[in-house]
């Protein structure tokens, strides 16, 4: 993978934070995914995700782990969660279990599983 140069002439280190990325509804992933900053998934992964922060969209499904400071849940989630702060839309169908900061549930998330408030 070639890096642009600084400013300075001196090649990129890639410690930059990361920025936002997406994961298109046609795009299947088996196996692990990490970012430095924002992820939304529109697809479908089976592996673990970890991200500063995380978007499962309505037609994104996630079968595995997920680790992120935070978690917004539209979609599809089986395994389990670690998250600061996590929400779960009205059309979030979740079973997994759950560790969790803080936790808002929408009227209308189907969930199933178990929740353990992190201790910090």
Do not use: C
Request: proline share 2%.
């Amino acid at each position: 993978m070639a890096t642009a140069p600084q400013s300075d002439g001196s090649p990129s280190t890639g410690t930059k934070p990361g920025g936002k990325s997406v994961l298109a509804a046609d795009l299947r992933i088996t196996g692990d995914v990490v970012s430095d900053g924002a992820l939304e998934v529109m697809g479908e992964i089976e592996g673990s995700i970890t991200a500063a922060s995380l978007i499962v969209s309505h037609e994104g499904s996630v079968k595995g782990a997920i680790t992120a400071d935070t978690v917004e849940l539209r979609g599809r989630m089986e395994g389990k969660i670690g998250s600061g702060n996590l929400t779960l839309r009205s059309a979030a169908q979740v079973t997994a279990d759950v560790i969790y900061a803080t936790l808002t549930i929408e009227s209308g998330a189907t969930v199933e599983g178990s929740f353990a408030r992190r201790k910090d």
